[in-house]
């Protein structure tokens, strides 16, 4: 049984933060039409009970006259976050909440991503960087 500390720790110490560029927004729909129109356009569709929630590039809500008053920014933690590893969403979060930071986590089979309103998207990075640094000492 791996050392679960220390697979998070490996984790942190690699996450790697980058800034994805763009903004996106938050649709939810229950409209057939309006979700087949964006969510080819989607980087991330999530099926609700309320409808499908898609996270697209701020144009194109905007182009679809959709909700665009919270912007996000999106931070790629390049590091392979195993779908069993354990600690990783914990430490981020924490740390962008121990700065007012609110955030979205959404992990993939490759990494996590994390979603910060656009106009905290530079403090964010900064925390994350900072979090990695003090992992790796």
Same mark, same amino acid.
């Given at each position: +049984? *791996? /050392?679960?500390?220390? @697979?998070?720790?490996? #984790?942190?110490?690699? +996450?790697? *933060?980058? #800034?994805? *560029?763009? !903004?996106?927004?938050?649709? @939810?729909? !229950? !409209?057939? /039409?309006? =979700?087949?129109?964006?969510?080819?356009?989607?980087?991330?569709?999530?099926?609700? /009970?309320?409808? #499908?929630? +898609?996270?697209?590039?701020? %144009?194109?809500? %905007?182009?679809? #006259?959709?909700?665009? !008053? &919270? *912007? +996000?920014?999106?931070?790629?933690?390049?590091?392979?976050?195993?779908? %069993?590893?354990?600690?990783? @969403?914990?430490? =981020?979060?924490?740390?962008?909440? /121990?700065?007012?930071?609110?955030?979205?986590?959404? $992990? $993939?089979? &490759? &990494?996590?991503?994390?979603?910060?309103?656009?106009?905290?998207?530079? %403090?964010?990075?900064?925390?994350?960087?900072?979090?990695?640094?003090?992992? @790796?000492?």
């Amino acid at each position: +049984m *791996p /050392d679960i500390a220390h @697979t998070a720790f490996e #984790m942190i110490s690699g +996450m790697t *933060p980058v #800034m994805r *560029p763009g !903004d996106f927004v938050f649709v @939810t729909s !229950d !409209d057939p /039409d309006l =979700v087949a129109s964006l969510s080819s356009k989607a980087i991330s569709t999530f099926k609700e /009970d309320e409808g #499908m929630s +898609m996270l697209v590039p701020i %144009e194109v809500a %905007e182009k679809s #006259m959709q909700n665009i !008053d &919270h *912007p +996000m920014r999106c931070i790629t933690l390049n590091v392979f976050s195993s779908l %069993e590893g354990v600690g990783l @969403t914990a430490a =981020v979060a924490t740390a962008l909440g /121990d700065n007012a930071i609110p955030c979205n986590m959404i $992990a $993939a089979f &490759h &990494h996590d991503h994390v979603f910060i309103p656009s106009e905290k998207s530079d %403090e964010a990075l900064a925390v994350l960087i900072s979090l990695q640094n003090q992992a @790796t000492k």
